[in-house]
């Protein structure tokens, strides 16, 4: 039997779960399931699943129902939550305790207020306090955190002054380890580098 959304306070209809692309794969995070866990536990291959975490922010309409089913029933049973959010693409807003709240205290806010940080200074350090919390979510370890850190200063080196955002870094190597159960190379994490002639910056 489908899992329902949350009854539809417009139309008194409830509707099956269908979950986007983007979902699946933030789904496995918190369950600390790679790509091939998932498609072991709801018997389909793994690059069934690469498939449907490629559509995005799109509902992978290939993927049979009873799939999608197995899917869905078995985050439910890992903690997550649907709620109903015609806004996005399914329908469906997942929520899960561990992923609730992430961000910095009242406290931390407070200190960097003394501490005469910036808007733009603080909105940094709460992204980055989220990221690191939303990490631990996903089951890295303070380890595998530090040698990603490291990895974000030989990133900005090898950027030699091209745009580099280290928080968007951080981010890109949670992502990749909650979607590979893995830690990732430098190489895999580097945003590719503008190959456009600067201004001025041409041989006579």
């Avoid at 993927?63 to 999608?68: E, K, P, V």
Wanted: some cysteine.
């Amino acid at each position: 039997m489908p899992i329902y959304v949350d009854t539809d306070v417009v139309t008194g209809q409830k509707s099956p779960v269908m979950l986007t692309g983007d979902q699946i794969c933030a789904g496995r995070g918190p369950m600390k399931l790679g790509q091939a866990d998932l498609a072991r536990m709801v018997g389909v291959s793994r690059d069934t699943i690469v498939r449907a975490e490629k559509a995005g922010p799109e509902v992978p309409r290939f993927l049979a129902s009873g799939t999608m089913l197995d899917i869905v029933r078995l985050f439910e049973s890992g903690g997550w939550s649907f709620h109903v959010d015609g806004s996005i693409a399914g329908g469906v807003r997942m929520t899960h305790p561990t992923l609730s709240g992430l961000g910095p205290s009242a406290e931390h806010v407070d200190a960097m207020k003394r501490l005469g940080f910036g808007p733009k200074d603080r909105d940094d350090m709460s992204r980055r306090i989220a990221e690191n919390q939303r990490a631990a979510a996903v089951g890295m370890t303070m380890k595998q955190l530090r040698t990603l850190n490291r990895m974000e200063g030989d990133a900005l080196r090898k950027r030699q002054g091209l745009p580099f955002n280290a928080i968007d870094f951080l981010a890109s190597g949670i992502d990749f380890f909650a979607r590979e159960r893995r830690m990732p190379t430098l190489d895999e994490l580097m945003p590719p580098a503008s190959t456009d002639t600067p201004k001025g910056g041409g041989h006579d």
